[in-house]
Nanobody, 127 residues
């Protein structure tokens, strides 16, 4: 099992920045950030795997950056140029597989399967 502890949410004005962090109890194959705004479906924001491969939603590309510490247990989400539409509850998620797992050749890469979720941290961007 992986336990996740998020921090870093808050309120900022449009154009501002925030950095989220999520400390995991062990190093999984994949970690990611998701968000959900009231009345909307959950959206995958960014992903990073144990090889450092990253993926971003088109809505945040070039504004958000996901990176991890050398121990690969804390993924950070640096959010710049924030917009009111970025307002949401942000959740950290982790894959159940350990960081030594590698996707089979020819398949999706990264191949993330999220089993563990944090409690969420609120991000509010005012115009």
């Amino acid at each position: 099992q992986v336990q996740l502890q998020e921090s870093g949410g808050g309120s900022v004005q449009s154009g501002g920045s925030l950095k989220l962090s999520c400390r995991a109890s062990r190093s999984p194959y994949c970690m990611g950030w998701f968000r959900q705004a009231p009345g909307k479906e959950r959206e995958q924001v960014a992903t990073i795997d144990s090889n450092g491969i990253t993926m971003y939603a088109s809505s945040v590309k070039d504004r958000f950056t996901i990176y991890q510490d050398t121990a690969k247990i804390t993924p950070y989400l640096q959010m710049n140029s924030l917009k009111p539409e970025d307002t949401a509850m942000y959740y950290c998620a982790a894959d159940r597989r350990s960081n030594w797992w590698q996707p089979p050749p020819g398949g999706p890469n990264p191949d993330c399967d999220y089993d563990y979720w944090g409690q969420g941290t609120q991000v509010t961007v005012s115009s």
